[in-house]
């Protein structure tokens, strides 16, 4: 266990200095090289700006409007049947949309109900087989300029799905 405690302290210093030592001993211009790939970085947030902005006023609206809480109703209703409970709803929803709204929604959870309850394991295991799949399909899509997704949204509903079925199924055993 010592063993992988210090690896994982020293792990990301010794990837810099390597990556650093290794662009010195090939006669490359490391600090140029690192403003170049900044440079790009930057143009690549600027593009995904307006995307990201977007998604942000969606999830703002949905939520203050109470569409979000009048689907979640709808929704955990009918799967409280199957052992999801209806509180967990808006996290399922919002989480294909915002990691970081979505978490606002778990911190609630935990309030309410404590992150060591019942609840709260769900919730934790939930956000973790889960995905942001219209942020990430935007963002990379929108980088890489994919025009057909082909089956892309219906992989990741599906997959989104088990990993909601799966957290349900590990809570339980727990």
């Known amino acids: 266990m010592k063993v992988l405690v210090f690896l994982s302290t020293f792990m990301i210093p010794f990837v810099i200095f390597y990556i650093v030592g290794y662009g010195l001993l090939m ?47 709808v929704l955990g209703g009918l799967l409280q049947n199957v052992g999801f409970p209806p509180q967990l709803m808006p996290v399922a ?51 890489a300029k994919v025009k057909k997704t082909r089956y892309t949204l219906a992989g990741a509903l599906v997959a989104t799905l088990a990993g909601i079925i799966a957290s349900v199924v590990l809570a339980g055993r727990m």
């Open 27 to 73: 006669k490359k211009n490391v600090y140029e090289t690192f403003i170049k790939g900044a440079v790009d970085g930057f143009h690549t947030v600027i593009q995904i700006m307006p995307t990201l902005i977007g998604l942000m006023v969606a999830v703002g609206i949905l939520r203050a409007s109470g569409f979000l809480d009048m689907l979640s109703g």
């Open 93 to 143: 929803i919002v989480r294909m949309f915002s990691s970081s709204a979505a978490t606002g929604l778990v911190l609630d959870i935990f309030k309410e109900y404590g992150p060591d309850s019942a609840m709260g394991i769900l919730t934790s295991i939930m956000m973790s087989c889960t995905e942001t799949i219209f942020y990430t399909m935007s963002v990379y899509f929108m980088t």
